[in-house]
């Protein structure tokens, strides 16, 4: 399945619903980021070699491999509870965007101050009700959309992406 046919069954999904969302907003861009579907790393990991400059690219394998690393001693459930910037994030905006993985542009919400506040807070209870509201249509939407569209392609298994993204990059060197 093509990136173009993912926004395909994204947009069906969807309908005409309004969103806040757009290229250069990233304050869902500080959480893990599981892949189900291991040659989306691989198109994602060309993609950022070419768009990036040799030495941008060593500052982003590095990012990528601290960051595995440290996920991996502590588990993913413990990770869960960090924020991690995205590696793929330069000057705020994601440097493989048209490629963004399916549990990024899978994501969706009516309202980018609910967003910050939720990148912000310390604990979900800090939240208000209409945040928390919101922050739960947001999960509840983007698992909806990754169930349909992995329904329309083979899953490879759950990894997190810098662990993926790291595996390739050791199969290369």
């Known amino acids: 399945m093509r990136w173009q046919d993912i926004d395909v069954v994204i947009e069906k999904q969807l309908g005409d619903q ?98 910050q506040a939720m990148m912000e807070a310390e604990d979900f209870d800090e939240l208000t009700d209409s945040q928390q509201s919101v922050a739960n249509e947001i999960g509840k939407r983007a698992f909806d959309l990754q169930i349909a569209i992995n329904d329309q392609r083979p899953v490879d298994g759950p990894i997190e992406l810098r662990v993926l993204l790291t595996r390739l990059l050791d199969e290369i060197d």
Do not use: N
């Open 18 to 115: 309004q969103f806040a969302c757009q290229r250069g907003c990233a304050w869902c861009c500080h959480q893990l980021i599981v892949l189900t579907h291991w040659e989306d790393g691989r198109q994602i990991l060309a993609a950022a070699r070419g768009r990036l400059t040799p030495e941008e690219f060593g500052v982003f394998e590095r990012r990528i491999r601290d960051q595995a690393q440290a996920i991996t001693k502590m588990g993913h459930a413990a990770a869960e509870a960090l924020q991690w910037t995205c590696p793929l994030l330069k000057d705020g905006e994601c440097v493989v965007y048209d490629l963004r993985p399916v549990a990024c542009r899978s994501v969706f919400s009516t309202d980018a101050a609910t967003c």
